[in-house]
C-alpha cells in the first residue's frame, strides 16, 4: 500500500480538532483559559445550558489540559468529538467518547 493511500491515524503527539461538549455555562472570556477553543452555549428543551468548545489543540496533552481545567470548574463533560479529515475534500469523521467511559477511566487511575 503506497503512503498516499495509507490512513490518517491521530497519534498522542499530532495536532486535532475537537469539540467538547459540557453542562453548564461558560462565556467566551473563557477561551484563553481553555486552549483558545471558541466557546459556544445553548439551551436544551428542558432549559439546562450546554457549552460546547471548538477548535485545535497540538496534542493529547493540551486535550488532557483543557480536560483538566473543566473537572476543576467544575462542569460535567457531556461528549468529546475528534473532527479528523480522512480526505483532502474535508470531509470530517466523528470518534465520539462518552463522559461515561472517561468517568471509568478516571476511576481507575
Known sequence: M???????????????????????????SWSDHLGGMRVTTHKREDQSIVTTLTGRVMDQAELE??????????????SIEN????????????????????AEEGSKR
Open 65 to 78: 489540559g483543557i480536560l483538566n481545567s473543566l473537572y476543576e470548574l467544575p462542569l460535567p463533560i457531556l
Open 83 to 102: 473532527l479528523m479529515e480522512e480526505n483532502n475534500e474535508g470531509a470530517h469523521a466523528l470518534v465520539k467518547s462518552s463522559s461515561s467511559e472517561h
Open 2 to 28: 503506497s503512503k498516499e493511500k495509507k490512513e490518517k491515524r491521530l497519534r498522542l503527539w499530532t495536532p486535532a480538532s475537537y469539540r467538547i461538549q459540557v453542562e453548564g455555562e461558560l462565556n467566551e
